[in-house]
């Protein structure tokens, strides 16, 4: 056989091998033959997943638990090939087997470093499951053993710990961890990994007042969002752009750029966001016309989804309290004036019968801070106990959870 060099001669090469291996069912051999494919190379980086799923799922269990990377990887190809829906319960059942024995093995080996890859994937797996707590001791451990090199999931850990830091108000511990993950999607050209974080570095320049730079981020997103045609980052990127223009007191930007969120959210059939970006648009509305001009554009909308039921209901509270009654309710008045990202925190933690001492060890302020966020989120949802705030919180989707996918890309999308 005359040598080859190439890099795709050799693919070819090994690729025809493992097929023939399994040809002579000797699956050993073969297993040897996906490990040397696999060794060297990111998953995130992987081209034919089928082919390789293919070759996986031939293998007899007991040869499989042998090879750590290949049980990794195929824990992987599982997680990948149900995106964007979750996994069903089943396959979340061998998705963990396999990353138990690749634990394991490499346990047995003290492999550290690769310890790091499989609590770096549990720790996407578990975020995407809205298992915050164990995403984040998961993603904590990765760190510790992840050498530097692993740029992709030390990347994926500093997201969702950035996320964490976010949400407990920890601002500055969040900037820190969120620029250093977005030197390393930048680093990697990875243009997913880069818009997750600065959505959520919006987040965090809103939280500290620094909209110019909030909306820098916005604005970055939007462009590159709208030139892949991905509206799942698209849409908080235009409702977080709004949100600054609103606060800019720019209403006539502010409603284009609602407009646009809206018309996209209604595209996708996307309800979680229609209903956002439908009270960004009765916000400003309510501010921009008389009473009357609102009802009528919401009955128009109401006519509109007339034929599109799960639509409908996923605006009912909006729809009914503008379009059908003569006075707008004061409570529904009152929700409109935003929660601030801490006070949405504070809600979630109220409603879950927490009590003020345990919101405050939670959040890490002081018990009287609790009373005062508190205090300012009954006069905004113009409530006066835990059983009206929770009510309205319900009614308006005000603690429905967003989509994890902005806050930990995927490992296959570092191309578009």
């Not at 996407?124 to 740029?151: F, G, H, N, V």
Request: aromatic share 6%; charged share 25%.
């Amino acid at each position: 056989m005359p040598k080859t060099n190439t890099w795709r001669e050799r693919e070819e090469m090994l690729t025809e091998a493992v097929g023939q291996a399994f040809q002579a069912r000797d699956a050993e051999h073969a297993a040897v033959l996906i490990d040397h494919y696999l060794a060297g190379r990111d998953f995130d980086n992987m081209q034919d997943l089928s082919t390789l799923r293919s070759w996986l799922e031939q293998l007899p269990g007991d040869i499989l638990s042998r090879y750590p990377l290949l049980c990794l990887h195929y824990a992987q190809v599982l997680s990948v090939s149900a995106a964007p829906e979750q996994p069903s319960v089943s396959t979340l059942e061998r998705i963990d087997m396999l990353l138990q024995m690749a634990d394991r093995c490499w346990r047995a080996e003290g492999d550290l470093a690769r310890l790091g890859d499989v609590y770096a994937f549990r720790a996407y797996l578990t975020m995407r499951q809205d298992r915050q707590e164990q995403a984040i001791a998961y993603a904590s451990q990765a760190l510790r053993w992840l050498p530097l090199e692993s740029q992709h999931w030390r990347g994926v850990c500093l997201n969702i710990l950035g996320s964490r830091a976010l949400s407990c108000g920890q601002l500055t511990q969040s900037t820190a961890l969120l620029r250093e993950a977005l030197t390393i999607w930048t680093n990697l050209q990875h243009p997913h990994g880069t818009r997750s974080c600065l959505l959520l570095l919006a987040a965090v320049y809103c939280e500290q007042g620094v909209l110019q730079h909030a909306a820098a981020c916005y604005r970055r997103v939007v462009q590159e969002a709208r030139e892949v045609g991905d509206r799942e980052d698209l849409i908080p990127a235009l409702l977080g752009l709004a949100q600054t223009s609103y606060k800019w007191n720019d209403m006539e930007t502010a409603e284009q750029v609602a407009q646009e969120a809206w018309d996209a959210s209604e595209q996708w059939q996307n309800q979680e966001l229609l209903q956002r970006s439908t009270s960004m648009l009765v916000q400003i509305w309510s501010l921009r016309g008389p009473r009357a001009l609102v009802q009528q554009r919401l009955t128009a909308l109401r006519a509109r989804f007339s034929a599109r039921p799960e639509l409908v209901s996923s605006l009912q509270t909006i729809l009914q309290a503008f379009g059908a009654d003569r006075e707008v309710p004061q409570r529904v008045v009152a929700s409109l004036e935003p929660l601030s990202r801490q006070e949405q925190r504070v809600l979630r933690l109220l409603v879950a019968e927490l009590s003020y001492a345990e919101i405050a060890r939670e959040l890490v302020v002081s018990i009287n801070t609790v009373k005062t966020q508190v205090n300012s989120i009954y006069r905004k949802l113009n409530v006066h106990s835990r059983r009206e705030a929770r009510a309205i919180a319900q009614d308006l989707h005000l603690l429905s959870i967003e989509s994890h996918r902005r806050i930990i890309p995927s490992p296959l999308k570092n191309h578009e």
